[in-house]
T-cell receptor, first 116, second 114 residues
Framework: KQEVTQIPAALSVPEGENLVLNCSFT??????LQWFRQDPGKGLTSLLL?????REQTSGRLNASLDKSSGRSTLYIAASQPGDSATYLC???????????????FGKGTRLSVIA | DAGVTQSPTHLIKTRGQQVTLRCSPI?????VSWYQQVLGQGPQFIFQ???????GRGNFPDRFSARQFPNYSSELNVNALLLGDSALYLC?????????????FGEGSWLTVV
């Protein structure tokens, strides 16, 4: 059974700092991995999607990497801002083919606070 | 373009009651999934529908049911509510059944069972 772990559970940093959020998964047989942002009481916003054949994806100040063999992904946030404060969730899509019914498996998230 | 829309946004029910949650996917998206998120946890998969057919079901009791309509909107029904059903219910849509597509979530429906 695929399990996703995110460390740390909570993180507080001063504005401007570069930071890394970690995600690990127990089964390397994944189709893709997606990072989401969730503001308090709100839904999920997709940040980056990495296919299993890719090593990293970038969007603005965000960079996500994937090391499938070791079961790890990192989300790098450059020059953090107070507006980045939210919970960041990592989710993997188990399986290796483009078919079948394998829903996303989520971690519990990392709650980030960026202090001005 | 509108994103995934869900209704109601908040509701309170008593134990034993029934609830129906509604979801409209992004225009052109044919796949809808439902997830339950208990406070402090990651979302847990409940159902996936594609072209009005159930394509996947998570580890939830039969009190949970769903359907998808010809316009691709969807409803999630929960019968005989328990206190433990209190959660944020998230609907997500994607273009097709292909798992390579990005999945987009709505704002969710907050259900409180008292």
């Amino acid at each position: 059974k695929q399990e996703v772990t995110q460390i740390p559970a909570a993180l507080s940093v001063p504005e401007g700092e570069n930071l890394v959020l970690n995600c690990s998964f127990t089964d390397s047989a994944i189709y893709n991995l997606q990072w989401f942002r969730q503001d308090p009481g709100k839904g999920l916003t997709s940040l980056l999607l990495i296919q299993s054949s890719q090593r990293e994806q970038t969007s603005g100040r965000l960079n996500a990497s994937l090391d499938k063999s070791s079961g790890r992904s990192t989300l790098y946030i450059a020059a953090s801002q107070p507006g980045d404060s939210a919970t960041y969730l990592c989710a993997v899509r188990p399986g290796t083919s483009n078919s079948g019914n394998t829903p996303l498996v989520f971690g519990k998230g990392t709650r980030l606070s960026v202090i001005a | 373009d509108a994103g995934v829309t869900q209704s109601p946004t908040h509701l309170i029910k008593t134990r034993g009651q029934q609830v129906t949650l509604r979801c409209s996917p992004i225009s052109g998206h044919k796949s809808v999934s439902w997830y339950q998120q208990v406070l402090g946890q990651g979302p847990q998969f409940i159902f996936q529908y594609y072209e009005k057919e159930e394509r996947g079901r998570g580890n939830f009791p039969d009190r949970f049911s769903a359907r998808q309509f010809p316009n691709y909107s969807s409803e999630l029904n929960v019968n005989a509510l328990l206190l433990g059903d209190s959660a944020l219910y998230l609907c997500a849509s994607s273009l097709t059944e292909s798992w390579g597509n990005t999945i987009y979530f709505g704002e969710g429906s907050w259900l409180t069972v008292v």
